[in-house]
């Protein structure tokens, strides 16, 4: 949509950027200008951020109203539209724009911490571009959208109705045995009726995935994730370290509360639908009944950390910037997507009444202050961050949160509700690491067979898995897997949560020393974008970039203390 308060100057406000006889001629009017000083350059710079937020607002605006019903063809046709007819074309101009940039010789004029990242991201885009990966991107998104359709149709009739898996999830955490493994089996069975679908969808984009790579000259893929996710800070040993780290600290966490919740359940063995219970059989955490009620008490819990983050909020639930219910043909997962041109926030996920809701709901507006936090910014490749501190603004607003639970809560479900928390950041790492591991190994042995995929998954679920036990279910074990979104939909992006979750940890351990600075260093922080290389962002937040076990190692003790202190 225009925005009122960020005003177009160089698109017409009359253009809707739908069609691409209305787009094309904004690239044309930016590769024809003489940029060869920097006023110019600047001015053609900002004329670059609006044209680029404009056309991401309409792609945005296709695909929110697509995940929020994946069976409307209107919706479904109109993104793939978009992805088809207006992304590929914009592709090969973008990188015409991109090599200008890159040949002025008034860039050199431009300040240099100012455009150090900026620089640094052009030039990297400009050598990874290929013309022969841009119809190959068009089919990735395609399949990828066939992931969300194929997750999306997947209900069970239960209980009478017709129910999501995400629906069927909140009777995990019921108290009857039977009734759990009924669940677990049933939802397991739907997830196994499109195995094959899956398993055929991932091959595909496997296939274009190494495709692209080859076409760029790397290696692997791997290589070209790397480059194209502009992992400039870190390398894949660096992500090998981290799993050493989760598997020498984290693991060890995990499987001790496992064997604790076996022993306070009573039973010989765990099972995978003995994982979300109340380990003392006490009802499921009920934090809301009605997504009203959601909204209302995390204003409350807003209120308390910091009201103008409240503020913000409230302006998101009035404005119909939430889309917050799980049903039918609604896509799975939740997100928080920006809308670039209006600089305002959107967040999309399934609430079904349960306290992870609570926490999803933090999380996602942990993105939106971030995106808020930046709107003022002229370029709007700084308007966001890298992902890698991106999930340090969401996470660490669940932690920020942690102590206002009592919104939701009082007594002795309030410590059971803080200590979900902290339970689901450790056995988060693990799963972080099983993923990523899985994810160097996938793209690192081209041409490997479904049954060595399948192997290589279940000895990561050996090395960083519970000890639950799935005998008779080996097969849902075996494509477990499938249920991941961000293998299918974002390779290589899922290292991110590990490393952010750890700069999270670190925000909360400095606000139990000192509250208000450690939240004036996290919003400043926020404010940066994406201006700054990721170790700055970082530093300025207070913390450490590092994932390596002198940081994770001290974090693990402290979560540990932490959970000695709350009741079971």
Request: hydrophobic residues 40%; charged residues 25%; negative net charge.
């Amino acid at each position: 949509m225009v925005s009122k308060e960020f005003p177009r100057q160089f698109v017409a406000v009359n253009d809707a950027l739908t069609e691409w006889s209305q787009i094309e001629p904004y690239f044309m009017d930016l590769q024809s200008r003489n940029i060869d000083t920097a006023e110019t350059l600047n001015a053609w710079l900002v004329d670059w951020s609006e044209l680029a937020a404009c056309i991401d607002e309409v792609g945005t605006d296709r695909y929110v109203k697509m995940t929020c019903q994946t069976g409307d063809a209107d919706r479904k046709q109109a993104y793939l539209d978009f992805i088809e007819n207006i992304e590929p074309k914009c592709k090969p101009l973008w990188h015409d724009i991109q090599k200008k940039f890159a040949a002025s010789s008034a860039a050199k004029d431009l300040p240099a911490q100012r455009f150090e990242v900026f620089s640094r991201c052009v030039t990297n885009s400009v050598a990874l571009y290929r013309d022969e990966n841009v119809p190959l991107l068009v089919e990735e998104a395609k399949l990828e959208q066939s992931y969300q359709e194929i997750n999306g149709a997947m209900t069970v009739q239960y209980d009478g109705e017709e129910k999501t898996l995400q629906q069927l999830a909140t009777y995990m955490e019921g108290t009857d045995r039977s009734v759990r493994q009924e669940v677990w089996e049933l939802s397991g069975e739907r997830r196994l009726q499109d195995a094959e679908k899956l398993e055929e969808t991932f091959e595909a984009l496997y296939d274009l995935r190494n495709r692209m790579a080859a076409n760029a000259g790397m290696p692997d893929y791997r290589a070209y994730a790397f480059k194209f996710r502009e992992r400039f800070d870190y390398s894949p040993e660096d992500c090998f370290a981290f799993h050493d780290a989760v598997e020498r600290t984290c693991v060890p966490l995990m499987r001790g509360l496992r064997a604790s919740r076996k022993e306070a359940l009573g039973v010989d063995v765990l099972r995978p639908w003995d994982l979300a219970v109340d380990a003392k059989g006490r009802q499921p955490l009920k934090p809301f009944e009605t997504i009203e009620e959601l909204v209302q008490k995390c204003v409350a819990v807003f209120d308390r950390v910091d009201p103008a983050l409240a503020d913000q909020f409230r302006a998101m639930a009035s404005g119909g910037d939430l889309d917050l219910d799980s049903r039918k043909g609604k896509a799975p997962g939740g997100y928080q997507s920006t809308f670039h041109e209006s600089r305002l926030p959107f967040i999309f996920m399934n609430a079904v009444g349960l306290q992870r809701d609570v926490r999803t709901l933090l999380h996602e507006c942990g993105h939106a202050f971030h995106a808020l936090a930046c709107r003022n910014e002229p370029l709007v490749q700084y308007r966001s961050s890298p992902i890698e501190f991106a999930e340090v603004a969401s996470m660490a607003m669940e932690l920020l949160s942690f102590d206002r639970f009592d919104v939701f809560y009082s007594g002795a479900d309030l410590d059971r509700a803080k200590r979900a928390q902290l339970e689901g950041i450790v056995t988060l790492l693990p799963w972080v690491a099983t993923i990523d591991a899985f994810q160097h190994w996938l793209y690192t042995h081209p041409g490997h067979t479904r049954e060595e995929r399948r192997d290589h998954w279940l000895s990561l679920h050996a090395r960083f898995g519970g000890d639950e036990d799935y005998s008779g279910y080996e097969e849902r074990l075996d494509n477990s897997w499938h249920r991941q979104l961000h293998l299918f939909e974002a390779p290589f992006y899922y290292i991110e949560y590990g490393i952010a979750q750890l700069g999270a940890l670190q925000v909360w351990q400095n606000a139990k020393r000192d509250r208000q600075g450690a939240l004036d260093a996290y919003r400043a922080a926020l404010a940066l974008g994406g201006s700054r290389p990721l170790p700055q962002l970082f530093e300025a937040a207070g913390i450490k970039f590092d994932f390596s076990i002198d940081t994770l190692g001290p974090l693990m003790d402290a979560l540990g203390e932490s959970l000695a202190t709350l009741g079971e």
